[in-house]
């Protein structure tokens, strides 16, 4: 196995126990759409029960005198099942399945208020055999409208902040000639209820919106649609004046505005069934409304109008920041872009503009607090942006199971309006009562065989695609539905996978970066690999704000940037005062000596020591345990995962050796226990005689062990 499958392996059930308990099921199918989403979902029904169960189903075009699967919508399905329309009536992308008796006979009906329900519906009763539960009446409505995955791939076929081999849409500046892994791919995404793409960067093609680049974006559009996915394009608000070269781009200039029209006009044309467009503008070097004094919401309400007519919408973001801040000025802070640029904003846009936020107030970074904005955001519709490709946690070299953090995120109560307003709640439109809301992943998956590299990684996707759909899912209960469904049901694979994944966010966050500081990591660049200083004295704001005395930076309202301000006051208070911020948020939110004391007890010095120890130590267990496995599963995705944890432990060891080293220079306080600085048993490569090599020094010298 090669993991192309991903978790929709449908691998044969051979346990004769569990296949007993679907026995009774039809063997005949009746679908009663001819959109090809409908013809998708009876086809997967036909396709996933054949492989697990054997059993070949027959498709029939009219109602049979005998027991059958009957898919449709809502209203299809009730013209020939009376019990159907007596059901609650489903609205948007809900499904729903039951089991009708009509004239002595059993039908199974999987439904939806839409075509897209159906296929849902479908996949939902695949993923009961899959985990070999007993299939029962069932009724399941998404958590918000908008589901959508984000890639970032540029037209010449790389990916920005991709791990996983080239693009499956672009190459060579053009749509690839073969999409098949595209079809592949909104196959998967539909089997988690995810309902929309954008395939191409954030830090958008200029060409993108060009008529010729549109017929050929055309093609990825046909692709998704019988998934029911709905392809969405990142554009560049310059583009009036790139496309068709008018004399500006002010999003107030009546041109321009015809400009938009025009152009979704014509996107409609050719994409029917188009999601919207995703803005980045005025950030790391994207140009903006503010060159012409304009702001976010005029912007994107010109765009938004645009699109309205055809029932698009403009995912805006909210990752608007200048990235030449003054290191010099201590009020200068990157965590406070996002609230200073959109709060004063809210109300002011168009019904169909959603502001997509990233759940952090920086960038992705291995723990980060809640975006004040979120609360800031009251008359306005709002999307979290997740980041599923491991930018900064790993890069699918490393096993980081994300699910725990996201959770984390949505589950995090702002406390706006001093009420309950969990994130979850606040994009899924409700907390505020906004009409849209949602969730944006950004994937990145490619063309190595098993999409995203690291066999353990698409957990990450299955988890993005769940909690978008349902963010009241536990972690716990994604992980093990994810497990059974790629590595089979095997108590003893099932338990040990998920237990190596559990902790694996915290034990990456242990060896990377504790206490809030962020990833250590590389900033400038490919964000890989310690790289401590990095951060600090650039404009990007990534700061540690690190002397021979302390650390952190101080973000309190009292004698800091005043971020800690921007939350509801219950939150903010819990923030502001050293005695009730968490550890695991202290060196966002405050600059403290080394020796600084820990609710745990320990110092600030110390706790990154040992944490950084038992980090690395977590991670070299991984091997011995998957060792374990095998036997138990294939072969091939055995090897492969194995190698890819040797490497982990190894380089969690770099990331061990390197932060600790730096805070004991810093800091010149020494581990209690004596570990940082002696390495027993370890040779220097410059301590070697080594023919044809020559010693140099290291830059930045705690990357090398001894700086060289
Ligand atoms: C950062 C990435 C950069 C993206 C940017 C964004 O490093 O490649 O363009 O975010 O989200 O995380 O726009």
Not at 245 to 269: G, I, M, N, S
Not at 365 to 381: G, I
Not at 557 to 570: F, K, L, M, W
Not at 621 to 646: C, H, N, S, V
């Amino acid at each position: 196995e090669d993991g192309h499958e991903g978790w929709l392996r449908y691998a044969h059930i051979d346990d004769p126990v569990v296949l007993r308990q679907y026995d009774g099921l039809p063997h005949r199918v009746l679908s009663l759409g001819t959109t090809p989403v409908a013809q998708a979902a009876s086809t997967e029904l036909v396709r996933g029960m054949e492989s697990m169960l054997g059993s070949r189903l027959v498709a029939v075009q009219t109602l049979p005198q005998e027991d059958a699967f009957v898919l449709g919508t809502q209203t299809e399905v009730c013209h020939f099942l009376r019990n159907v329309c007596r059901q609650k009536a489903l609205s948007g992308d809900a499904f729903a399945v039951v089991r009708v008796m009509q004239k002595g006979h059993v039908y199974w009906v999987i439904f939806g208020d839409e075509e897209r329900g159906e296929l849902y519906g479908v996949f939902h009763v695949l993923e009961q055999f899959a985990s070999q539960k007993p299939i029962a009446d069932a009724s399941e409505a998404p958590a918000a409208s908008v589901r959508w995955v984000n890639q970032w791939d540029n037209f010449d076929g790389s990916i920005e902040r991709g791990y996983a081999g080239r693009s499956i849409f672009f190459d060579g500046g053009h749509v690839r000639a073969d999409l098949s892994r595209v079809s592949e791919y909104g196959r998967l995404l539909a089997s988690v209820g995810l309902n929309g793409c954008t395939v191409n960067n954030v830090n958008s093609d200029l060409r993108t919106l060009d008529p010729a680049m549109l017929r050929e974006l055309a093609r990825i559009a046909d692709q998704l649609r019988p998934w029911g996915v709905r392809m969405s394009l990142s554009v560049d608000l310059s583009s009036p004046q790139i496309v068709d070269h008018l004399a500006t781009f002010d999003p107030l200039d009546p041109a321009v505005v015809a400009w938009w029209q025009k152009t979704a006009d014509e996107v409609y044309r050719l994409i029917p069934d188009f999601g919207g467009f995703v803005i980045k503008a005025d950030s790391e070097g994207r140009l903006g409304p503010s060159k012409y004094g304009r702001t976010p919401a005029e912007a994107a309400n010109v765009v938004a109008r645009a699109l309205r007519p055809h029932g698009g919408v403009v995912l805006y973001r909210g990752f608007v920041y200048n990235n030449h801040l003054d290191w010099h000025d201590l009020k200068a802070d990157r965590a406070r872009a996002g609230y200073d640029n959109f709060h004063a904003l809210d109300g002011r846009f168009e019904p169909n503009v959603i502001i997509q936020i990233k759940h952090g107030p920086i960038d992705f970074q291995v723990r980060e607090p809640l975006s004040p904005l979120f609360a800031a955001l009251q008359h306005t519709s709002q999307a979290i942006e997740l980041q599923v490709t491991q930018e900064y946690t790993g890069q699918q070299r490393h096993m980081v199971f994300l699910v725990p953090m996201w959770k984390a995120a949505l589950d995090t109560d702002l406390r706006a309006q001093n009420r309950s307003t969990p994130v979850k709640e606040i994009v899924e439109g409700r907390s505020f009562h906004q009409p849209l809301g949602g969730f944006a992943g950004v994937v990145n998956v490619g063309l190595d065989t098993n999409w995203m590299h690291h066999p353990m990684a698409m957990s990450n996707l299955y988890g993005f695609g769940k909690l978008a759909w349902n963010p009241d899912l536990t972690s716990d209960e994604i992980l093990d539905s994810w497990t059974r469904l790629t590595w089979g049901n095997n108590p003893k694979v099932v338990s040990t996978i998920d237990d190596l994944q559990r902790g694996s966010w915290h034990a990456y966050e242990e060896y990377s970066g504790p206490l809030g500081l962020g990833t250590l990591t590389n900033i400038i660049g490919i964000h890989y690999g310690p790289g401590i200083e990095s951060a600090e004295r650039n404009g990007w704001g990534q700061w540690l704000r690190a002397d021979n005395k302390g650390i952190g930076i101080d973000r309190t309202v009292a004698t800091g940037t005043g971020y800690i301000g921007q939350y509801p006051p219950e939150l903010a208070k819990v923030y502001e005062s050293l005695t009730t911020c968490p550890d695991e948020l202290l060196l966002f939110m405050h600059h403290v000596p080394y020796n600084y004391v820990l609710h745990n007890g320990k110092t600030v010095v110390q706790h990154v020591y040992d944490s950084h120890y038992k980090g690395a130590a977590t991670v070299a267990t991984y091997a011995p345990r998957w060792e374990q496995l095998q036997g138990l599963i294939d072969e091939e995705r055995y090897e492969k995962t194995l190698k890819l944890f040797m490497y982990q432990a190894g380089h969690a060891i770099v990331w061990r050796d390197a932060v600790s080293e730096w805070f004991l220079r810093m800091s010149g306080i020494a581990d209690t226990r004596g570990r940082v600085g002696h390495y027993p048993n370890r040779i220097e490569a410059e301590s070697m005689q080594a023919d044809g090599y020559t010693s140099v020094d290291v830059t930045p010298w705690e990357t090398a062990s001894g700086g060289k």
